[in-house]
């Protein structure tokens, strides 16, 4: 059986569920398939930029997503943004999920993202295109799901998440 991690609680159903806590993007927004937007600066997460990992620190009840990029001209696809990485803070942990990859990709398609979707936690489908919408009402409860070349998927819910660029 292929290995799969979801972190979840009675008590984080009951908060994600009945009170319909909804998750807040601090600093950023989702403004393409690929590239997230903080103020004037473009992070696009596909062609650019390599997936470096996932840390889980229970201590503190986050996950961190972490992102570089080479040294070159035009590193995130916006000629304004000169840094080196990124990460993305995902703080008061309600949901986590990783699927499993498939064996027949190279291991160099688990570092490049391939889509960002922001899912419903309520629908049921095991493809996260199934469970999107093309409207968001700023209320509505969601989880990004960050999809990768090699079919990997990861699926966060938080109370927020926060975009930090890396010098």
């Known amino acids: 059986m292929p290995l799969r991690t979801v972190l979840e609680t009675p008590a ?14 601090k600093n950023f927004e ?5 590239e997230l937007q903080t103020a ?11 997936f470096d990992g996932l840390e889980l620190t229970p201590a503190n009840d986050a ?8 040294k070159r001209n035009n590193p995130w696809g916006c000629y304004e943004n000169n840094f080196s990485g990124m990460n993305l803070y995902f703080d008061d942990l309600l949901f986590l999920n990783i699927s ?5 990709m190279p291991f160099t398609e688990d570092a490049c993202v391939s889509h960002i979707l922001k899912v419903d936690p309520n629908t049921q489908h095991h493809d996260p295109f199934m469970r999107t919408r ?17 079919a990997r998927v990861i699926e966060i819910e938080s109370k927020t998440v926060e975009l930090i660029p890396v010098p």
Do not use: C
């Open 63 to 70: 996950v961190v997503m972490k992102w570089t990029v080479p």
């Open 40 to 50: 004037n600066l473009y992070w696009e997460i596909h062609n650019y930029a390599n």
């Open 134 to 150: 093309n409207l968001w009402a700023p209320d509505d409860s969601f989880r990004l799901a960050f999809l990768f070349q090699s």
């Open 12 to 25: 984080t159903r009951r908060d994600t569920y009945l009170l319909k806590v909804s998750m807040k993007l």
């Open 30 to 34: 989702i403004s393409g398939s690929v």
């Open 100 to 104: 499993p990859r498939d064996p027949e």
